[in-house]
């Protein structure tokens, strides 16, 4: 395949072979391999009409040493099992999972990114209900699906800052909701305010959706405070538990931050050095500015990457394209 590397973005290239299996008589089928990219799916089916409906988001790299390595993808298939218990739906084993992940890469092997483009591998689980239902109520039927497809960064540029417009107007996910589970009805409904954010070059930092106080996440990533020698990340249980934060979060301790999640005061940002977004497409997306319109007040962290982020951003990356030893097993090489 004839792809420039290094200027892909986080946009959709379509992969010779997508994976599929599915659910019926309460039993997963052996994941197969097609090139067929459409579903005949009934126009009654719970997916449509009641948004039964959960995905993942894993990548896989190629190492400086020639080798493929994914990252941590029994932590996805643990949430994906997790999101499916939230919306009703059959979870996924772990082992099916995998070997689907690994059938979707051996079969486009040519779409893994060469080394030294910023470009990787990202695979697109998705998991919906089939049934047709008109009721309201949850199939029994499901579809397990992994697409796979080369992307470049989130956020252009390799490394570089985002503003986030602080939104009061759209709540993503209600305090005991669905923002814990990763299902496209969370996204679904930010739409309205990422929108606009993206309309102004920025993106939507969300707060939690009772009292409109406290941090809840980047749009779709996890937020990151830097507050002297402090790692700061928001409790809350609209939030979704982030991979990457959870890795960052062990690298921050192993060079002597203090981690620390709690909830998270918005106007707390005023004593923080450093900022960031982190999530599997957007890796560390460092934070210039926080704007509050409807207070009138901005919160700056610099125009370029504090160096604790960076030092954290590195260290993360090393492991992934393996300069860095994988002390904690969070890397399957291929
Ligand atoms: N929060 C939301 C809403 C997301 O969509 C994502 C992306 O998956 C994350 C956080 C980051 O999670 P992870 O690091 O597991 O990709
Ligand atoms: C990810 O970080 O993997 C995501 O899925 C976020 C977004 C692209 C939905």
Not at 28 to 35: C, D, I, R, S, V
């Amino acid at each position: 395949m004839n792809i420039d590397w290094s200027s892909l973005g986080f946009h959709y290239t379509e992969p010779e072979y997508i994976v599929r299996a599915g659910y019926h008589d309460g039993k997963w089928e052996e994941p197969y391999a097609t090139k067929d990219k459409y579903l005949h799916l009934h126009v009654s089916a719970t997916c449509l009409q009641y948004g039964q409906e959960a995905f993942e988001g894993l990548k896989a790299f190629r190492g400086i040493d020639g080798k493929i390595r994914i990252f941590r993808w029994r932590e996805n298939a643990k949430r994906m099992a997790k999101s499916a218990e939230g919306l009703f739906m059959a979870p996924v084993p772990e082992e099916l999972f995998g070997k689907a992940i690994h059938m979707a890469l051996e079969k486009n092997l040519d779409l893994v990114p060469p080394y030294g483009t910023g470009a990787t591998l990202y695979f697109r689980p998705l998991l919906i209900g089939t049934t047709p239902r008109l009721g309201v109520g949850p199939g029994k039927d499901f579809e397990f699906i992994v697409i796979p497809s080369p992307i470049g960064p989130y956020y252009p540029g390799k490394f570089h800052c985002t503003t986030f417009i602080v939104n009061r107007y759209v709540d993503r996910a209600a305090p005991y909701g669905t923002g814990q589970f990763k299902v496209g009805g969370n996204y679904a409904s930010s739409f309205r305010a990422t929108e606009a954010a993206h309309m102004m070059g920025c993106d939507c930092l969300f707060l939690d959706a009772k009292q409109h106080k406290f941090i809840d996440e980047c749009s779709a990533a996890n937020f990151i405070g830097i507050k002297g020698n402090e790692y700061l990340t928001p409790k809350s249980s609209a939030i979704l538990p982030s991979i990457t934060n959870d890795s960052l979060m062990t690298l921050a301790r192993e060079i002597g931050l203090k981690v620390t999640r709690r909830k998270i005061r918005l106007e707390e940002l005023a004593d923080m050095s450093e900022a960031a977004a982190c999530g599997t497409a957007c890796v560390i997306s460092p934070i210039n500015k926080v704007v509050d319109t409807e207070k009138g007040v901005t919160y700056s962290f610099g125009d370029e990457p504090g160096p604790v982020l960076t030092k954290l951003y590195h260290a993360l990356k090393d492991i992934q394209y393996g300069r860095a030893e994988d002390k904690y097993g969070w890397c399957e090489i291929i």
